[in-house]
């Protein structure tokens, strides 16, 4: 009986761990203990627990998991996230881009990022840019 309270306890605890990470593998572990909670509550011996934990955590995280993390993650979030998926997006210019002295930022999406003038010329401050290309963590942009 002191098994079946064990496997109840973890799978509690790792369910309340996936809170926390929202990725879907300790709630995996925490159901699959839950699971193997209920042979254990009705006397089975710990290898019939054992295997009952491996197939049911093997089962959730090969089918449910993939389905649960495209439900929380959404759609949008396998696809790339690089620099590259900037090219050609839109922004404002928040601090003057000079090419000379190094400095320069503009806002795309509601993050700030490095920038530099494509042709070189001074971008004030309020301008409308585009993004024409990414080097390391610096855009390259030109006035819309």
Same mark, same amino acid.
């Given at each position: 009986?002191?098994?079946?309270?064990?496997w109840?306890?973890?799978?509690? @605890?790792?369910?309340?761990?996936?809170?926390?990470?929202?990725? @879907?593998?300790?709630?995996?572990?925490?159901?699959?203990?839950?699971?193997?909670?209920?042979?254990?509550?009705?006397?089975?011996?710990?290898t019939?627990?054992?295997?009952?934990?491996?197939?049911?955590?093997?089962?959730?995280?090969a089918?449910?998991?993939?389905?649960?993390?495209?439900?929380?993650?959404?759609?949008?979030?396998?696809?790339?996230r690089g620099?590259?998926?900037?090219?050609?997006?839109?922004?404002?210019?928040?601090?003057?881009?000079?090419?000379?002295?190094?400095?320069g930022?503009?806002?795309?999406?509601?993050?700030?990022?490095?920038?530099?003038?494509?042709?070189?010329?001074?971008?004030?401050?309020?301008?409308?840019?585009?993004?024409k290309?990414?080097?390391s963590?610096?855009?390259?942009?030109?006035?819309?």
């Amino acid at each position: 009986m002191l098994s079946a309270y064990m496997w109840l306890g973890v799978g509690i @605890f790792c369910l309340i761990i996936e809170i926390f990470t929202a990725d @879907f593998l300790f709630a995996t572990i925490g159901i699959a203990c839950l699971i193997a909670s209920v042979p254990a509550f009705m006397g089975a011996g710990f290898t019939v627990q054992a295997v009952i934990f491996a197939i049911s955590g093997t089962v959730i995280f090969a089918t449910v998991r993939p389905v649960v993390k495209k439900l929380i993650q959404g759609k949008n979030h396998a696809k790339e996230r690089g620099l590259n998926t900037l090219v050609n997006k839109n922004g404002v210019v928040i601090e003057d881009i000079v090419n000379a002295e190094d400095r320069g930022q503009v806002k795309i999406d509601g993050d700030i990022w490095r920038a530099c003038s494509e042709t070189g010329e001074i971008i004030e401050k309020g301008a409308h840019v585009v993004v024409k290309r990414s080097e390391s963590i610096i855009l390259f942009v030109e006035r819309r």
